[in-house]
């Protein structure tokens, strides 16, 4: 497996963690884990944002990982 691949993985590992993660926001009725659902969820928002951009980088710097 590729750097490429590991990292779009990844990107797809965490999206599904963060639709999860709203998922169980939603289905929730305590509040006090709607807001930590919501927060990680946040978190995963931004990691995941951040490996998009590496996949970018990686898919314009070198061929081989496209």
Not at 44 to 61: G, H, I, N, T, Y
């Amino acid at each position: 497996m590729t750097v490429g691949s590991n990292v779009k993985g990844s990107y797809f590992s965490v999206k599904s963690a963060e639709a999860g993660l709203e998922q169980l926001a939603i289905k929730t009725n305590n509040e006090e884990a709607k807001k930590a659902f919501y927060d990680a969820q946040y978190l995963l928002s931004q990691v995941r944002e951040d490996l998009k951009k590496q996949v970018q980088f990686l898919a314009r710097e070198e061929a081989q990982y496209k």
